[in-house]
């Protein structure tokens, strides 16, 4: 590999550099050809490869951390040529006080390896961030997404319940259970203002022998408030 001339430090200026000199430093250049097999600490699409050692089958083997961590606001929109941006990280978590926003238009999906398995995600600090996004779909893009574990909208919880699957019938089965366990020494207290009803959908409240459910003066909470 020849070049004219190499200037920084710890390098040398000879005319004719050597594949297998070895310098201290930094080199640049215009371009850099052949087949590359030979640098390390490159960013692969898959993950980061098991061993860096060129023949060796783990090389050819990858791996990838759960969560992809956002710390600050960043806006995903990529060029109106591609077919949406994606990453193979199965967990993506927005730090406090970052936004993930998805440019208008576009498409981000998580975890576009499926490796992801039921129940698998690590346990997070902090309070979170904020995802900003109009359109928010199952991962076909063809209905709704599934929370498993229920959905707050406003301060208020709309889903407590399991989802069935396997044919078009058990496709439109929901199920929750009918009781509630009062575990915790517990007073509701109405988030708004103004006149406001508290609402349980469970058949049956159970409280706890030793523990407490204190309802406020004027306050009203409907069990079984959808009459199931």
């Known amino acids: 590999m020849a070049f004219t001339k190499i200037l920084g430090a710890g390098i040398a200026t000879d005319t004719d550099i050597q594949l297998d000199d070895i310098f201290a430093g930094i080199v640049t250049a215009t ?5 590359a097999s030979q640098l390390t600490g490159l960013p692969g699409g898959l993950g980061t490869a098991l061993s860096t050692v060129q023949g060796n ?3 050819q083997l990858y791996f990838n951390d759960e969560i992809l961590s956002i710390g600050s606001t960043i806006t995903v929109n990529p060029p109106a040529s591609s077919t949406g941006a994606y990453t193979q990280y199965t967990d993506i978590v927005i730090e406090q006080g970052a936004d993930l926003i998805i440019g208008d238009g576009d498409d981000f999906i998580p975890d576009i390896l499926g ?15 904020r995802l900003r996004a109009d359109n928010i779909t199952n991962k076909a893009g063809t209905g709704a997404p599934n929370f498993p574990n229920g959905i707050t ?41 103004e006149s ?20 406020p003066p004027g306050e009203t909470f409907v069990i079984n408030a959808y009459d199931l």
């Open 31 to 35: 371009t850099f050809r052949g087949d």
């Open 57 to 59: 089958p783990l090389s």
């Open 196 to 215: 406001s009803t508290m609402i349980c959908k469970r058949k049956e409240v159970v409280v706890d022998s030793s523990k407490s459910l204190i309802i």
């Open 153 to 193: 909208v406003g301060g208020g919880a709309i889903n407590d319940e399991k989802k069935h699957s396997g044919n078009a019938f058990l496709d439109v089965v929901f199920e929750i259970p009918d009781v509630i366990n009062v575990t915790e020494d517990t007073t509701l207290t109405s988030l708004f203002s």
């Open 115 to 129: 490796l992801s398995t039921e129940g698998s995600g690590a346990v997070l600090t902090g309070a979170g961030g």
